[in-house]
């Protein structure tokens, strides 16, 4: 599922208020700073409080180098 870029650009976590990571071909929004992982469910972003879902060490860890490693877009506006 591909989230359009517009919503991109202004999709935040909700409660640090900073850019997310998109992960496309697991359909969620990760906020990396605080370890909480939010569901994309049917192209619309569930960004509530009470719906983030808390992930261990090892997920931040697997989350974060796949991240790197595949270049995965920040949510916020496209840099240039």
Not at 16 to 40: G, S, T
Request: charged share 30%; hydrophobic share 40%; with cysteine.
């Amino acid at each position: 599922m591909t989230l359009d870029p517009l919503l991109l650009e202004v999709l935040a976590c909700p409660v640090d208020k900073e850019p997310l990571l998109w992960f496309a071909d697991e359909e969620i929004l990760y906020n990396p700073r605080l370890h909480k992982r939010y569901q994309v469910v049917d192209g619309v972003p569930v960004l509530l409080v009470e719906e983030g879902a808390d992930v261990s060490d090892a997920e931040h860890e697997r989350l974060t180098a796949k991240a790197e490693k595949e270049g995965v877009r920040a949510t916020g506006p496209a840099p240039g």
